[in-house]
């Protein structure tokens, strides 16, 4: 926990945060600076650190933005801005990193911008002044400042400060490519489904944000962390079948199978459409799903990934010519007597010890959820919205939504009963700023026209579904969206950066 310290950036101070008269951006104050990224490449460019992105800076530790110009960039260029929000907890503005999606943006060429945001952990100490103008503040009371929907205001006042300066910047204010990952990953879903929303407006306003538009280019999502009033009921739908939660106390599984039952409604009631038009049911999801962790085998297979039959996948009997490429990631057959053709290498056995079909042709899902359950422990129940008194402990997530005192607060209906208590509006509010699920297709909202969506296949964080019915109802909205359950994948982000980058540059070019 900090003291606030005090300092004025131009007309005012209180609490010791800076208070602006209004924004600024120095195109003179650039600091020249070089980093060896991963490959060994040197990349030269200019460091404007430090610019604080709101007027009324609540915390100065972290309300601004850093930004990094690559040598050659112009106002075309685009720019990628990366926020490493985790767990939805406090991150402050950092510098690129070599190894990371930063490092190989700025080699790429795009002008990197990586905001600071407060999170629920992120907190000051009034002074004399704040507490005089708040009523039932007193002097030396902690105050936190990053609850929701804190985080996403102050990206959506990054946004707004980069349009505000476009023409002194360089970078394209109009190709903004967000990426983040967890919480960081919903943070980039924020960005870009709920462009220049009204809802967020006055928000932004007192905070002294720029008077702009806040809508981005493009969204970059590893394993996002959202729909989170609906993430229990769709972590017990998947879930249920597992020898894990079958093993629960009898209070704990009836929490499982009261929270299964209620994730059939609320996938109705979002019409969901797979790509061919048909509707997705409760009947048919699970074989949907299914469909995609196939999906996401196969490219992996196809690409030399040892896939065993041993966690459920069943193969084609055919497993390919004397000189096909590698199969299941092993080595290519032998020739009887004679020398292994040059770049061949040596039998062995993979994952599943032996080599089977080319093609997947079906999948065991129970057997396949608890292997991605022996991996690493579920959460308990319920997964998020956990906090019930004398049974369960908070969750980071009860955190998120409680107030500036430091609270953690229930959020869904379901919990809240279990407490005798009720989900005020005023968190109800909070919760649907911080999905953006809410805002695609409503009519009042810019969403991003293109998406990169990654959630791990061994992923338990989140449930599939919370991805799955993200990316389906972007589609469904016409936007373009690509879309990937990525094989044996645990919670992880920034990967596969070849794959992204290539796509970045066909949707810039």
Known sequence: MKKIFAFIVGASISMGVVAQSALHFDSSA???????????????FTAYERLFYVTNVEDSTYQYLNVYVP????????IFLRTYV??????????????????RALKEGYVVVIPGTRGRNSSVVADKVYAKA??????????YTGRAPKAILDLKAAIRYLRHFD?????????????????????????????????YAELLKAMGAADERDDVFASVCYCPIIDLEHADMAYEWLFQQTDSRQALDDLHKGYTNELAAMFPAYLASLNLRKPDGTPLTADNYLDYIKSEIIR????????????????????????????????????????????????????????????VGEYITSLDMKKYMDYVVSTQALKGV?????????VNEASGENEEFGDWTGSSVNFTDFTA?????????????NVRLMNPMSFIGDGKTTVAPHWYIRHGARDRDTAFPVPVNFATKLQNAGKDVNFLLSWNRPHSGDYALDELFQWIGEITK
């Open 167 to 199: 023409k002194e910047m360089p970078g394209d204010a109009e190709r903004i490519i967000t990426d983040g990952t967890s919480a960081g990953g919903a943070m980039s879903a924020l960005m870009g489904a709920t462009g220049n929303n009204p809802e």
């Open 86 to 103: 985790g767990g939805y907890m406090a991150s402050p503005a950092a510098q690129p990193q070599a190894g990371d999606a930063t490092g």
């Open 296 to 355: 996401a085998a196969q490219i992996a297979k196809n690409a030399g990934a040892d896939i065993p039959d041993s966690l459920g996948f069943t193969f084609s009997s055919s497993a390919g010519g004397m000189f096909a490429a590698p199969i299941n990631g092993g080595a290519r057959p032998q020739m009887q007597g004679g020398p292994r053709p040059q770049g061949m290498r040596p039998m062995r056995g993979g994952m599943g010890g032996k080599q």
């Open 382 to 390: 319920p997964a998020f919205d956990s906090k019930i008194e004398g």
């Open 30 to 44: 650039g600091v020249k600076s070089s980093m060896t990224v991963y490959d060994g490449t040197t990349v030269n």
């Open 71 to 78: 040598d050659g960039a112009t106002q075309q260029t685009p």
């Open 417 to 429: 009963q279990k407490n005798n208590t009720t989900v005020s509006d005023a968190i109800r509010q």
């Open 134 to 143: 708040h009523k039932g503040i007193k002097k030396g009371q902690t105050i």
